[in-house]
C-alpha cells in the first residue's frame, strides 16, 4: 500500500540518503491519498511503500493516514532522484463466473504479464465510464454490466522526469460473451478465465492478488 510523507525541500537529500530515521519525540505522519498531502503541506511529497516490509509499521492509524516513528529507504519510491509525484486516475474491471463449483476470474496477458483488463481516465468521462470503456477495448467486448464498485490500488512508477501515482478503481462485471479479442495494440497477447487461486498467484501485481483476496464475495451476483 502506498502512503505519502510532507518533507521540507532541504531535507530531501538527507532523506535520499537516509530514509527517515528513528525517531521518539514525534511521529512521522503518512497520508493515504496524494491530494491529501497535498492539502497538508507544499513542500516535497514522498510516496512510501508500506509493504516492503511491515515491521516498521505503528499501530497507530486515524482518519486514513498512519504514524510510524521511521521510515526505511528501502521504502522511499520517488527519491533517487527525487520527482514529485503527479496524480494519473484510472478504472478496470474484474469478471468472475463459477465453473463446477468454482470462481474463475478473467485475466489478460499484457507484455509478459497476468492482470487485470484497465486504463486511464480520459477527459470528460466518468470513473465508472473509464472502467467500462477501457474493459471493452482491452478485451474486445461490447459494454459490459456493471455490477458494483469493489475497492481501489494505488501503485507508483517512474514517468520520464516525473514519478506517476496511479490511483485505480475497481468495478466488478459481468458479460455473456464467450469470444475475446485482445487489444494487441496494448500489448495484450492472451484474455483467459482462471481459476481464482491460480489466478491469484499468476497475477503479477501484489496489489491485484489483495484486491481479489479481499474482494472475491464481492465478485459474482
Not at 486515524?62 to 503527479?86: A, T
Not at 485505480?168 to 479479442?181: D, L, N, P, S, V
Request: glycine share 6%; net charge positive.
Amino acid at each position: 500500500m502506498l502512503f505519502f510523507y510532507c518533507a521540507r525541500r532541504k531535507d530531501v537529500g538527507r532523506i535520499e540518503e537516509e530514509g527517515l530515521p528513528p525517531r521518539r519525540d514525534k511521529a512521522y505522519l503518512l497520508h493515504a491519498t496524494l491530494r491529501e498531502a497535498r492539502s497538508t503541506a507544499k513542500g516535497a511529497i514522498i510516496a512510501v511503500q508500506t509493504n516492503i516490509d511491515g515491521t516498521w509499521l505503528s499501530e497507530a492509524i486515524v482518519s486514513d493516514s498512519i504514524e510510524v516513528d521511521h521510515v526505511p529507504r528501502r521504502c522511499l519510491l520517488n527519491v533517487e532522484p527525487y520527482r514529485q509525484p503527479r496524480a494519473i486516475t484510472a478504472a478496470g474491471g474484474v469478471f468472475a463466473r463459477i465453473r463446477n463449483g468454482e470462481m474463475q476470474v478473467l485475466l489478460i496477458h499484457r507484455r509478459g504479464k497476468w492482470d487485470l483488463p484497465k486504463g486511464k481516465k480520459d477527459r470528460g468521462e466518468s470513473i465508472r465510464e473509464c472502467a467500462v470503456r477501457e474493459v471493452s477495448e482491452e478485451i474486445g467486448i461490447d459494454p459490459p454490466k456493471v455490477l458494483r464498485a469493489i475497492g481501489r490500488t494505488t501503485h507508483g512508477y517512474p514517468d520520464k522526469k516525473r514519478y506517476a501515482i496511479k490511483t485505480t478503481h475497481w468495478y466488478a462485471m459481468h458479460t455473456e460473451e464467450t469470444g475475446f479479442i485482445p487489444q494487441r495494440n496494448e500489448g495484450i497477447d492472451a484474455v483467459k478465465w482462471i481459476p481464482i487461486e491460480e489466478a491469484i498467484a499468476k497475477m503479477a501485481f501484489p496489489s491485484l492478488r489483495t484486491l481479489l483476496r479481499e474482494h472475491r464475495s464481492e465478485l459474482t451476483d
